[in-house]
Structure formats: structure tokens, C-alpha cells
């Protein structure tokens, strides 16, 4: 890690000087409310990985300011086919997915506990990977059978509500449920922009949430699937901010500045994430960067 940023001492001396490291760079950062001991952060992540690319770095800020995060995974990433036969060297059925799905949630475990994050702070709702917007759309009601795992019900011991049925009212009804238990001031959901439909899904799940629960949430959105190649360039550039992605750059987002030790901490969070490294390395190294950004907006100003 330090040797890495030794490699590009001129890149990281002049995002240094932009990004604000140093004296002073833990002041309040335009993107996010002040973080302190009164900070209660949920992050909504719709696939094991997504919270640390979007938010390592806030969620070590918030612990180490004495305030508590909590981790809501809405799916378990059981239905990455391609991350499946590329890992475990085998056509998927449905008994291997849900063995995917496990390790994932287990790495997700492990990631967020090098950010810090305690065990009752991970929580694991398992519904169905690649069908957040279809459960609160089509199949508020009527559940869902996974076309991955076959399962229509969570199929997780280790989810919070193991057996809850495949459906959008339930989705909403236990996210209703982290709201009550977590109590947080903040929530970082996924940008309806996200050119992934389980972010933009999830996204519009937390506007309704947030609704659902005002006042007194601040809620921010990030952005992970940004489209056009972003974030551009791929791979490990430790000591260089994160550029707005295309998808997201009408919602004009916000940097937040980790600090280098924040950035190594991420970076071993995101390595953590092994079978996503495996398929996708380059994409999951370029989230390493001295910025995190956050939007005010779910969605662009429409014109007057
Ligand atoms: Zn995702």
C-alpha cells in the first residue's frame, strides 16, 4: 500500500494538495452533515462489496468520531452467474448460488469488520440478487421465485429475517425494521441514477424510507455503477480523488477526503472481497481513491 503511493509521488503530491489532506482535513466536508458521537449511519448496499467502493472511508470516520454505523446488504449477490463459473469453476445451480451467496456475505462480514464495523452493526436482508426493482414493482405482493438460487423466500440462517417472502411489501417492511432498530441521523443509498437496476431500485426504496421515517434523517446518495467506463482510470491509483462519474455528474455530488490511513484500511476492505476480485479486480481497486462523493440530490434539478 505505501509502497504504491510511493510509486506516483507527483500524482499524490498534487491530489494531496487538492483533496486536503493534512492540517485540518477532518473538518466538517461539504458533502456530509458534521460526523460525530451523535451520528447514527445506515448504509443501504445493495450487493456485499457496494458499501465499501461507496463508503469506507465515512464509515471509519463515523466510528472513530464515537458514532455507530449499520450495515444493511439488501441482496446476498447470489445471483452473479459469471462471478460463479469464474470462482468455483463450475455451472451454477441452485444449491451452488446459495453457497455464493454465503461466501459473499462472508466476506462481507470480514470487509467491514477491517473498517470497524461490530457484527450487530451487519445486518443481511438476502433478497434475490437482480431483482430488487422487480420485488417493488411486479411482485409487491406475490413473491418472487429467484431465478438463481430458486429460492422465493430469504433462504439465509444467517439473514436477519430468515423465510420472509420474496416480495416488495416485505423488503420495505424490514427495512422499516433496520430504520426502528438502527435510528440512524444518516443514510448513504445508492443514486436511482446507478445504471445497475438493484442500486437504482434500492435507491428509490430509501427516498420512500426516509420519507417513511422523517424527520430527522439526512439521507446522501452515491453512485457505483456511473457508466462509460467510469471510474476511469481502472485499477489501484492510491493518493488521486475520484471523479464524478457520468451518470452522476448532474446530481453536482460532493468529495468527502479520506485520510491516507482511511484509504490503506479501505483498500484492505476491498480486498477482502475475494471472489469479487477475482472477476472484477480493476473496477473494485478504482473505488481506492483520496474521495468519496456524495450528492444532495437523488435526481437532477429538472428545468423551470
Ligand atoms: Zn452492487
Known sequence: MSSSRLTFPLIALAALALAGHGAGSRAQSPALPALDAATS???????PDDETLCCG??????????????????????????GMLLVEKTLFDARKMREFGQSRMRE???????????PGGQLFLGYPD???????????????TSKFTDAAAVPYAEALFPGHPYTG???????????????PTLILAPSPLDEHSDHAAAGRAAIALGARHAPGI????WVVHGGEGWPSPRGLLLGVPLTPS???????????????????RKLAAVRAYQTQMRVMEPFLLAFVRTTELFSTRATPATPP
Open 169 to 183: 411489501t416485505s423488503l420495505e417492511q424490514d427495512l422499516d425494521t433496520v430504520v426502528e432498530r438502527a435510528r
Open 108 to 118: 462481507a462480514r470480514a470487509a467491514t469488520a477491517l473498517l470497524g464495523v461490530p
Open 57 to 82: 472511508g465515512v464509515i471509519q470516520r463515523v466510528l472513530r468520531a464515537g458514532g455507530r454505523v449499520t450495515i444493511v446488504w439488501v441482496t446476498s449477490g447470489d445471483g452473479s452467474a459469471l
Open 218 to 221: 439526512t439521507l446522501r446518495f
Open 130 to 144: 437482480g431483482a430488487v426493482a422487480r420485488l417493488l414493482r411486479e411482485n409487491r405482493a406475490l413473491p418472487y
Open 41 to 47: 449511519l445506515l448504509v443501504i448496499s445493495p450487493h
Open 246 to 264: 457520468p451518470r452522476g455528474a448532474a446530481l453536482s455530488p460532493l468529495p468527502f477526503a479520506l485520510e491516507p490511513e482511511e484509504e490503506d
